[in-house]
């Protein structure tokens, strides 16, 4: 009986719609902003800044309360994502810089989500930053199952809103006046642009669009006009002192800004209206019914470039932001929308991570993944008529600031601070269903359920040559 009601299930949600006389599978949006706070949004608690489109994305749909990310930092939280592995179990496990340009690749073995999908009858298109291997190698985003990338190649590029040049697929564009000292070319207005062509140039197949969108990460900045009028002079500021444009500016830098508060505020509603212009030109194109929306972030909120997490309540009240393993360091929003096929005000309250998406994708178009993997499927918990498994628990590993472990199990999560050194390392635990804000260490008073999440912790690393963690 089980097997016949889940075999209706993938029937209905992957039955084709008729597109001039062909059927074919649904077109999935996939948007992930790059260090926004799971409170930055209105969906979420936001009341200082404006984020109208994501709301109603919400509204429409299910909107997810303990959903994670794959890490605190973004490369291995995107590794997380694209792989379907936890990271201790991921290739990439860290922000591995390789000079001039890019960071450490996936390798030739590792398979994405989006390589199956494309194997099968996608079209694939990434627009914003990759940070998973730069152009040429085997971390190439048109090696890992990507027909069109256009933005970021590399995260330390990305710094810089108003880069000397950006990435289409194999060829440098090159943003003729922006040369660290000028500033003509905005990236994310570029990169919005190809994303909409994107979706024009591919109406009649299936699509899969990725948008690592690079919006709010630091540096702030932004133009002059429509959103930052808005919070122009909204709130008391502060001037933010940075590494200013000019002869002695360095890409890895983050500019001065005189208006920090409102410049970041302006950056997340400069993002919303960037959805809201993909939906619009889904809606434009008949294609919404048949196109499932989902929209994320790869990790907490940040604190570089004159950021202020505090001011905004960013962290929704919770423990930490980037880096950390704390819920304000990795717990994520998680909005997921389709219309018609998805009720909407939908509150969910399954746990979820960022290496579930691999699976819950490729089910939505009736695959099976290519590779063995960590992630559970949660379509069961949106469509409602089969059961939904559950992990054991998740697991994350950080590999700055002298190395983080952490693992939640049920209600109970302990992390392990200072890894790298043994004779320092300590634990911390908390149940998060009665203290969410983790304000109650319960280690010292709890040594067996310590002892019990920490063999789990051991059990969920696997070390990595390449990214070790732990003191040999």
Wanted: aromatic residues 12%.
């Amino acid at each position: 009986m089980q097997k016949i009601r889940k075999f209706i299930t993938i029937i209905l949600f992957t039955l084709a719609i008729s597109v001039n006389g062909q059927t074919r599978n649904p077109n999935i949006v996939f948007i992930m902003a790059d260090d926004l706070g799971i409170g930055d949004l209105g969906a979420y608690g936001q009341t200082k800044i404006k984020t109208p489109n994501i709301d109603k994305l919400a509204q429409q749909g299910a909107k997810f309360t303990q959903f994670y990310a794959g890490t605190s930092v973004c490369a291995p939280s995107r590794a997380s994502l694209m792989t379907g592995k936890h990271t201790g179990h991921t290739y990439v496990r860290g922000n591995k810089e390789i000079e001039p340009e890019g960071q450490e690749p996936l390798a030739d073995s590792i398979r994405t989500f989006a390589m199956d999908l494309q194997q099968n009858g996608y079209v694939t298109g990434a627009f914003g930053k990759w940070g998973l291997g730069m152009v040429g190698t085997s971390g190439d985003p048109n090696l890992k199952g990507f027909d069109t990338f256009y933005g970021y190649n590399c995260q330390r590029q990305s710094h810089r809103y108003y880069p000397t040049h950006l990435w289409h697929n194999d060829k440098r564009v090159i943003l003729a006046g922006n040369n660290l000292a000028d500033k003509v070319h905005y990236a994310p207005t570029l990169i919005q642009e190809q994303t909409l062509k994107f979706i024009d140039d591919n109406k009649q197949k299936p699509f899969f669009l990725f948008v690592p969108t690079v919006l709010p990460h630091a540096e702030l900045a932004g133009p002059d006009d429509e959103y930052f009028k808005m919070y122009e002079n909204a709130f008391v500021e502060t001037p933010h002192k940075g590494q200013d444009y000019g002869p002695n500016a360095t890409i890895g830098g983050y500019a001065s800004v005189d208006k920090p508060r409102a410049t970041y505020a302006a950056m997340i509603t400069r993002m919303d209206a960037y959805v809201g212009q993909i939906i619009e030109k889904l809606d434009e194109l008949g294609l919404r019914e048949n196109t499932i929306i989902l929209f994320t972030s790869d990790n907490g909120a940040h604190r570089e470039g004159g950021a202020d997490p505090d001011f905004f309540n960013s962290t929704a009240g919770f423990k930490g932001v980037k880096r950390s393993l704390y819920e304000g360091g990795v717990r994520t929003p998680l909005i997921v929308n389709w219309k018609n096929k998805i009720a909407p005000n939908q509150d969910i309250k399954h746990v979820g991570a960022f290496w579930d998406v691999y699976n819950t994708i490729l089910e939505l178009a009736n695959l099976t993944p290519s590779t063995q993997n960590d992630g559970i499927s949660f379509l069961p918990t949106l469509v409602k008529n089969t059961k939904q498994k559950k992990h054991k628990y998740l697991y994350w590993e950080f590999h700055e600031d002298g190395g983080r472990q952490a693992v939640l199990s049920k209600s109970w999560k302990l992390i392990k601070q200072k890894v790298g050194s043994p004779k320092d390392s300590y634990y911390e635990l908390y149940n998060i269903d009665k203290d969410p804000f983790e304000q109650n260490n319960l280690a010292t008073s709890n040594p067996k359920k310590v002892k019990q999440l920490a063999m789990l912790i051991e059990e969920a690393h696997i070390e990595s040559e390449i990214y070790p963690l732990l003191a040999k």
